[in-house]
């Protein structure tokens, strides 16, 4: 399976503990040039919990919006871009949605602040 870059995944996601992990959504970060040549892909973890909306490294994904409804996730969500995790193409179960260029651009300065790129 191919990804791009933007596209909501539903996949299995590693515990930060390295112990297990669970089926969740999540947002491909990597580079469509990786995503094309490697056997990994880079994501973002998503999360239904709002408690940290304000927080500059989340990204909340609004299903009221039209942008927020190409996500393809079921519920208002954040974008972790602080927790990230490489895992194998295999274990993305299917694409479920995408982020347009509008959430994208948002994402990545989500992402810029939680690695401290400027």
């Keep these: 399976m191919t990804f791009r870059r933007g596209d909501v995944v539903l996949a299995w996601y590693p515990f930060a503990s390295g112990a297990g992990g669970k089926r969740r959504p999540c947002l491909v970060v990597s580079a469509d040039r990786d995503n094309a040549r490697l056997a990994n892909v880079v994501v973002a973890q998503i999360t239904s919990n709002l408690r940290a909306v304000r927080e500059p490294t989340q990204l909340l994904v609004a299903l009221n ?54």
């Design 65 to 118: 919006t039209p942008e927020g409804a190409q996500s393809g996730l079921l519920h208002d969500s954040l974008v972790s871009c602080n927790n990230l995790a490489t895992i194998e193409g295999p274990l993305v179960d299917r694409v479920i949605g995408f982020l347009p260029p509008v959430l994208m651009a948002r994402a990545e300065e989500c992402l810029k602040a939680a690695l401290d790129l400027t």
